[in-house]
């Protein structure tokens, strides 16, 4: 069974920083794309970053450049999501998802591409 599972979310004072965890079991995530969306109350989920199971490569949206990172762990089966400055705005629930269809830069934002997804962690940034 393909399963996905994000940990790492809490609160977190302004500036602070927090490694977010996307841990999959029943299949490897090697050779799969793998994203990070998020989403607040009210608003649309929209993507944060992907790394690319195709070429490697990754991809962010303009407002986690310069702050998030996100990296592979292939030998333990996990993508994690580096965030640091936070901000009160980042503020969501964040998801993680697969897929082994091709994104790139026009496409890794794009909710329908991905096939599985975790059931979210909740991050909170607030003095």
């Known amino acids: 069974q393909v399963q996905l599972v994000e940990s790492g979310g809490g609160l977190v004072q302004p500036g602070g920083s927090l490694r977010l965890s996307c841990g999959a079991s029943?299949?490897?995530?090697?050779?799969?794309?793998v994203a990070w969306f998020r989403q607040a109350p009210g608003n649309e989920r929209e993507g944060v970053s992907c790394?690319?199971?195709?070429?490697?490569?990754?991809y962010y949206a303009d407002f986690g450049k310069g702050r998030f990172t996100i990296t592979r762990a292939n030998f333990e089966n996990t993508v994690y999501l580096q965030m640091n400055s936070l901000k009160p705005e980042d503020s969501a629930v964040y998801y993680c998802?697969?897929?082994?269809?091709?994104?790139?830069?026009?496409?890794?934002?794009?909710?329908?591409?991905?096939?599985?997804w975790g059931q979210g962690t909740q991050v909170t940034v607030s003095s």
């Open positions: 029943g299949f490897t995530l090697d050779g799969w794309s």
């Open positions: 998802a697969t897929t082994d269809h091709l994104v790139d830069s026009s496409t890794w934002d794009l909710s329908t591409k991905y096939d599985y």
């Open positions: 790394s690319s199971g195709y070429d490697g490569s990754t």
